[in-house]
């Protein structure tokens, strides 16, 4: 048997079993997480090659298998992505549980993770982007939750992925074309620009970050963190699998108007500008929504910056940054998940004025979570964060300057959030929090700080990173 069957057998079957449990939160909610826990650590622990015996049935981790038609093989990157994202949803599954994500997550957050797997196993890669759509149909659907009224965070999910498919498909035509005309490199360079504005079109830098701005601001917050995440991990992983099997991208040039730029240039300048706009967005709101929303921003555009270094950068420094931006979008998400329920769905200031008194470990996983977003000291994004600002400042200290302005803004803007949840509680009668969201809360501030005082704790799952990413074999 193929690891690729079971990497859709397990969350699928179980995702039916959670959707026949759905009316029992507890039993639902623990087949969920255990089924996604298992799944990942299986992947995390199994060798990128090889086989392995599960339950009595040898497992091959190299095999390829035809579903649909289609072509779907395991890689050393996507067997450890998958692993990631799959522990991520149990994560997220363990904070929701205590919160109202809607009853559609915890059964469809199992498919989804079985069809984001499938987008980064499908050869060749070109139809990843087809398989990304399907799949965030469904997340559509998640994101909205059952909710009545704007359906603008839902449905922009699928703008980048709809616009991608065409592009990808052509650049693919254009590859089929090559053999008949070998000295004509033409088809080389359409396939490049193509390919080219496809993934920045799903890596999304300013001013292509609108969709995530409003899934932040609308979709339950457990739900957004975990499909922020994904959605970072998803666009990282095809970028490299792209790049390795077809090292003739790493050339290829983004056309804008009357002259071209590569495409780490656009990654980033792309960043830095979404650092700087993060941080005046956050300083600036009156909403904790949207202020978490322009946190994601500013730690994505962080991810996007080491992207664009290249070289300069590594894939142990990109994934630094993605797994602090993940610990701070779930704990920090929890935080806003247990505001927002107790403001009656709102988080305006005059709904959330106050709560924090009545909310204290709850306020600060949201303020520290969001706060490591920003890479303040002592929190599990400082690491990632002072390490790219000195990239930065070696080869440019203005660019430095940008990325710490932004992250400024962004502390200030939380600190005053902070101000107004402890400020003069209108509703006397609130309740305060129950034992298991204290310690569902001090959980989510220990893994924000821990990292911090002890790096080394990242040392193995980081080295395990890099490995599956620079062995990777060509599509």
Do not use: K
Request: charged share 10%; with cysteine; glycine share 10%.
């Amino acid at each position: 048997m193929s690891v690729v069957l079971l990497v859709f057998m397990v969350p699928l079957l179980a995702a039916t079993v959670v959707y026949l449990l759905r009316r029992w939160p507890l039993p639902s909610t623990a087949v969920a997480g255990l089924a996604a826990l298992l799944l990942g650590w299986l992947l995390w622990q199994w060798p990128a090659e090889g086989a392995v015996l599960f339950l009595g049935r040898v497992v091959s981790l190299s095999q390829p298998v035809l579903l649909f038609g289609q072509r779907l093989q395991m890689t050393p990157a996507a067997q450890w992505v998958i692993g990631f994202l799959a522990i991520s949803l149990a994560g997220a599954y363990l904070a929701a549980w205590r919160v109202s994500p809607g009853r559609s997550f915890f059964p469809f957050g199992l498919v989804l993770l079985a069809l984001l797997s499938a987008v980064l196993l499908i050869r060749p890669p070109w139809l990843a982007p087809a398989v990304w759509l399907a799949a965030f149909s469904l997340a559509a659907l998640v994101a909205q939750a059952g909710r009545v009224g704007s359906t603008r965070g839902a449905l922009r999910l699928l703008w980048w992925p709809a616009l991608t498919v065409p592009l990808f498909l052509l650049a693919a035509w254009h590859l089929n074309q090559l053999p008949l005309d070998p000295e004509d490199l033409t088809p080389l360079r359409e396939a490049g620009v193509l390919a080219s504005l496809g993934l920045l079109l799903l890596l999304a830098p300013w001013p292509l970050h609108g969709p995530s701005l409003s899934l932040g601001e609308e979709a339950p917050p457990m739900v957004a963190a975990w499909l922020l995440v994904s959605l970072s991990a998803l666009s990282v992983t095809l970028l490299q699998t792209l790049l390795t099997g077809y090292q003739w991208l790493q050339g290829a040039t983004v056309p804008f108007g009357l002259f071209t730029v590569r495409l780490p240039e656009v990654l980033v300048w792309g960043g830095l500008i979404g650092c700087a706009w993060a941080g005046l967005g956050a300083l600036v709101q009156r909403n904790l929504s949207r202020q978490w929303s322009y946190a994601a921003l500013f730690s994505h555009s962080l991810v996007m910056i080491a992207l664009g270094l290249g070289a300069r950068s590594s894939w142990g420094l990109v994934w630094l940054l993605l797994l602090s931006r993940t610990v701070g979008l779930m704990v920090s998400g929890f935080g806003l998940a247990v505001v927002r329920q107790r403001a009656a769905g709102r988080t305006d200031y005059v709904a959330v004025r106050g709560l924090g008194t009545r909310l204290p470990l709850t306020s600060a996983a949201l303020l520290l979570g969001a706060l490591s977003l920003a890479g303040l000291p002592l929190t599990v994004g400082f690491a990632g964060q002072w390490s790219l600002v000195q990239i930065l400042g070696n080869q440019d200290w203005l660019q430095a300057v940008v990325v710490l302005a932004g992250a400024l803004g962004l502390a200030l803007g939380l600190l005053r959030s902070q101000r107004v949840l402890l400020g003069r509680l209108d509703n006397l009668m609130l309740e305060r929090e129950e034992p298991l969201t204290v310690l569902l809360a001090g959980l989510g501030l220990l893994a924000v700080v821990l990292p911090a005082l002890w790096p080394q704790l990242w040392g193995d799952v980081l080295s395990a990173a890099v490995a599956a990413y620079t062995a990777a074999p060509a599509p």
